[in-house]
């Protein structure tokens, strides 16, 4: 049974990064106290991950309007700058958790930080 569940898990894993390949770029349009305005992801998904490309810092999509997303930028917002280009991840916001993050100080990502 457990050889079946990993199975299936690679197999989820695997098809998640082939969905990355095919990914929309868009730019930025403005940003300010934290939250960027992206234009040109029309497919991005509420609550989808983002990625600042020239900076490497990770956003989350959650104000999608018609013309542009409105993305909460995880870390600092002044590396950030109008113009720079935004990649969809294709990964909604989630956390994975096991028994080492016990105790742990984390960032939003799940990352450790202490």
Same mark, same amino acid.
């Not at 935004?86 to 956390?95: H, P």
């Not at 993050?101 to 930080?113: K, Q, S, T, W, Y």
């Given at each position: 049974?457990?050889?079946?569940?990993?199975?299936?898990?690679?197999?989820?894993?695997?098809?998640?990064?082939?969905?990355?390949?095919?990914?929309?770029?868009?730019? =930025?349009?403005s940003?300010? !106290?934290?939250?960027?305005?992206? @234009? %040109?992801?029309?497919?991005?998904?509420? $609550? /989808? &991950?983002?990625?600042?490309?020239?900076?490497?810092?990770?956003?989350?999509?959650?104000?999608?309007?018609?013309?542009?997303?409105? =993305?909460?930028?995880?870390? !600092?917002?002044?590396?950030?700058? @109008? %113009?720079?280009?935004?990649?969809?991840? $294709? /990964? &909604?916001?989630?956390?994975k958790?096991?028994?080492q993050?016990?105790?742990?100080?984390?960032?939003?990502?799940?990352?450790?930080?202490?």
């Amino acid at each position: 049974m457990e050889s079946l569940i990993v199975s299936l898990r690679n197999d989820m894993e695997i098809g998640r990064d082939q969905s990355k390949l095919v990914s929309e770029m868009g730019t =930025v349009m403005s940003i300010k !106290d934290g939250v960027a305005q992206i @234009q %040109g992801i029309s497919k991005v998904k509420a $609550g /989808e &991950l983002v990625l600042f490309v020239k900076s490497q810092i990770y956003g989350l999509a959650l104000n999608l309007e018609k013309e542009s997303v409105g =993305v909460v930028v995880f870390g !600092d917002d002044y590396k950030i700058k @109008q %113009g720079d280009k935004v990649k969809l991840t $294709g /990964e &909604l916001m989630s956390i994975k958790v096991n028994e080492q993050m016990l105790g742990r100080v984390l960032d939003p990502l799940g990352n450790p930080i202490d």
